[in-house]
């Protein structure tokens, strides 16, 4: 099955970012496009927004496939085997038959199925499962004679080639899901891209006599504020009164562009922050709120540092 195909060019952490923005962007002009197209409204921005937001919740194709290669790497596993038990099928008929028939029992054994199944050929490899198999009811006497071939070894050799074929459905199952994954996530890139695409076109259109205000309605524009070297970082550790981590706060500026969760250590990181003054809020239940006003330029990395009082504790 085909797989979509980005209409973007920039990175699609890049891609989100940049979409907030410009939507945030649009608010604050809201009536100047309400003018130009009825259809602007507080509603559609907000749509718009929920959009790129579903997006970036879509399954992300690292964890399908890392799922894909998990179930290729028990299918693996089953396959070798299968092989080693075809191994073990080999030298019972090589014992079982005369020398002048080996050969032509071999082949009906699914012999020349076998190198193909070595290179994980699956198909190659049920088929070889179910040549061994039958050719081991059809042989049953002949193999177990004098000692030969164990008898538990028929239904070991079916149980593990059905594991086999088991592990096969999921990864076949796996692949399907991992292409599933990345289509829709590359048509709702694709989608949100288009609309902001649109948007930027009728801001440009609205600012055309305003330079200044028409380039930040310009997609490359807006990719360059949010690449490495154009934005700035934001990073640091919130400790209460003992002087110990808070896991679980957050820092948001209050435009709702950027924002982090700080971890057990109370480290949060915010990246890709484009180049201005930022009001931050941060909070978490049971502490007394912090606001901080920060100032960032283009490509420098600053430090928050943080310290939160509990909320049972007065200000002095």
Request: aromatic residues 10%; hydrophobic residues 45%; positive net charge.
């Given at each position: 099955?085909?797989t979509s195909?980005n209409?973007?060019?920039?990175?699609?952490e890049?891609?989100?970012?940049?979409?907030?923005?410009?939507?945030?962007?649009?608010?604050?002009?809201?009536?100047?496009?309400?003018?130009?197209?009825?259809?602007?409204?507080?509603?559609f921005?907000?749509?718009?927004?929920q959009a790129?937001?579903?997006?970036?919740?879509?399954?992300?194709?690292?964890?399908?496939?890392?799922?894909?290669?998990?179930?290729?790497?028990?299918?693996?596993?089953?396959?070798?085997?299968?092989?080693?038990?075809?191994?073990?099928?080999?030298?019972?008929?090589?014992?079982?038959?005369?020398a002048?028939?080996?050969?032509?029992?071999?082949?009906?054994?699914?012999?020349?199925?076998?190198?193909?199944?070595?290179?994980?050929?699956?198909?190659?490899?049920?088929?070889?499962?179910?040549?061994a198999?039958?050719?081991?009811?059809?042989?049953?006497?002949?193999?177990?004679?004098?000692?030969?071939?164990?008898?538990?070894?028929?239904?070991?050799?079916?149980?593990d080639?059905?594991?086999?074929?088991?592990l096969s459905v999921?990864?076949?199952?796996?692949n399907?899901?991992?292409e599933?994954?990345?289509?829709?996530?590359?048509?709702?890139?694709?989608?949100?891209?288009?609309?902001?695409?649109e948007?930027?076109k009728?801001?440009?259109?609205?600012?055309?006599d305003?330079?200044?205000?028409?380039?930040?309605?310009?997609?490359?524009y807006?990719v360059?504020?949010?690449?490495?070297?154009?934005?700035?970082?934001?990073k640091?550790?919130?400790?209460?009164s003992?002087?110990?981590?808070?896991?679980?706060?957050?820092?948001?500026?209050?435009?709702?562009?950027y924002?982090?969760?700080?971890?057990?250590?109370?480290?949060?990181?915010?990246?890709?922050?484009?180049?201005?003054?930022?009001?931050?809020?941060?909070?978490?239940?049971?502490y007394?709120?912090?606001?901080?006003?920060?100032?960032?330029?283009?490509?420098?990395?600053?430090?928050?540092?943080?310290?939160?009082?509990?909320?049972?504790?007065?200000?002095?």
């Open positions: 099955m085909k195909k209409n973007y060019s920039a990175p699609q890049i891609l989100y970012s940049v979409c907030n923005a410009a939507w945030y962007l649009c608010s604050q002009y809201l009536t100047r496009f309400t003018a130009l197209n009825a259809f602007y409204t507080e509603a921005v907000a749509n718009a927004l790129v937001q579903d997006a970036k919740a879509l399954p992300d194709s690292r964890q399908t496939l890392a799922a894909r290669k998990e179930a290729r790497i028990n299918l693996s596993n089953a396959t070798r085997q299968v092989q080693a038990n075809w191994q073990l099928l080999k030298v019972y008929i090589t014992k079982a038959f005369a002048d028939m080996v050969a032509t029992k071999l082949e009906a054994a699914g012999g020349s199925l076998y190198a193909k199944a070595s290179v994980d050929n699956w198909s190659a490899v049920r088929s070889l499962i179910d040549t198999n039958g050719f081991i009811a059809n042989n049953l006497a002949d193999l177990a004679a004098n000692e030969n071939m164990p008898a538990t070894f028929p239904a070991l050799f079916k149980t080639g059905d594991n086999c074929i088991e999921i990864y076949a199952q796996a399907m899901e991992k599933a994954a990345t289509r829709a996530r590359i048509d709702a890139n694709n989608a949100i891209y288009a609309g902001v695409m948007m930027l009728d801001g440009q259109q609205i600012f055309k305003d330079l200044a205000t028409k380039k930040q309605f310009t997609f490359s807006l360059l504020m949010y690449q490495a070297g154009g934005s700035a970082s934001l640091g550790y919130i400790i209460n003992d002087n110990l981590p808070i896991e679980g706060v957050t820092i948001a500026s209050q435009d709702g562009k924002f982090a969760t700080t971890d057990a250590k109370g480290y949060y990181r915010i990246t890709r922050i484009a180049e201005g003054t930022y009001q931050f809020s941060i909070t978490c239940p049971g007394n709120p912090l606001v901080q006003t920060i100032s960032f330029a283009a490509g420098t990395a600053s430090k928050g540092d943080f310290e939160m009082t509990n909320e049972m504790t007065k200000a002095a």
